[in-house]
């Protein structure tokens, strides 16, 4: 059972770029998250879905799109990329709100 | 505002030693609050779930407590080991909706 698979797992871009970082899980999950971490601070929460066709804007969406058109598949996409956007991505997944199963993280560095 | 405070920041233990971690949440209404470990390059794994009308629950050698009345909740790791380097996180969901609420964790190292 693979889980919450999150690639690529390393990326760098160059300022201005544009990318989508995938995110799939296999655990038939209705609600999926994307969170970014910095170093020292909490998970802030980009967007999530409650199912397919259906997106929300998290904490700080600024930058970001995404878009949930199968119930396995959740890709980030980041236009125009800047250095405040390095940071590491986080997939998550949960059944109606319960617990969270995570990806391993895709480390973003912006230059 | 929904907010999640953990103590210590970081903290360095040798092995064989218990700890203890704290949470403190402002989340309301309260629905469960969750401890999850972060090793270094890895994402989240859940440890334990605590609802409401739970005090007390155990994982191996981690151990759980919730005060929902002063809104507290510590976890307790007896006779650390090596493997047990990592950051601990408190994760608060509140009742009706679909977000976590998240603490900045703590960073615990173990020396041999």
């Known amino acids: 059972n693979a889980g919450v698979t999150q690639t690529p797992k390393f990326r760098i871009l160059k300022i201005g770029q544009s990318m989508t970082l995938q995110c799939a899980q296999d655990?038939?999950?209705?609600?999926m998250y994307w969170y970014r971490q910095d170093p020292g601070m909490g998970l802030k929460l980009i967007y999530y879905?409650?199912?397919?066709?259906?997106?929300d804007k998290g904490e700080v969406p600024n930058g970001y799109n995404v878009s949930r058109s199968t119930t396995e598949d959740f890709p980030l996409r980041l236009e125009l990329a800047a250095p405040s956007q390095t940071s590491v991505y986080f997939c998550?997944?949960?059944?109606?709100?319960?617990?969270?199963?995570f990806g391993e993280g895709s480390r973003l560095t912006v230059l | 505002k929904n907010q999640v405070e953990q103590s210590p920041q970081s903290l360095i233990i040798l092995e064989g030693k218990n700890c203890t971690l704290q949470?403190?949440?402002?989340?309301?209404?309260?629905?469960?609050l969750r401890w999850y470990k972060q090793d270094t390059g890895r994402g989240p794994v859940s440890l334990t779930i605590?609802?409401?009308?739970?005090n007390t629950k155990s994982n191996g050698r981690y151990t759980a407590t919730l005060d929902a009345d002063t809104k507290q909740s510590s976890l307790h790791i007896t006779a650390s080991q090596l493997s047990d380097s990592a950051s601990y996180i408190c994760?608060?969901?509140?009742?009706?909706?679909?977000?976590?609420?998240f603490g900045t964790g703590t960073r615990l190292k173990v020396l041999a």
């Open positions: 949470c403190n949440y402002t989340v309301s209404p309260f629905s469960n």
């Open positions: 605590m609802t409401f009308s739970e």
């Open positions: 655990m038939n999950h209705n609600y």
């Open positions: 879905s409650v199912g397919a066709g259906i997106t």
């Open positions: 998550a997944s949960s059944y109606e709100g319960g617990e969270l199963f």
């Open positions: 994760v608060v969901s509140a009742w009706g909706t679909y977000k976590y609420i």
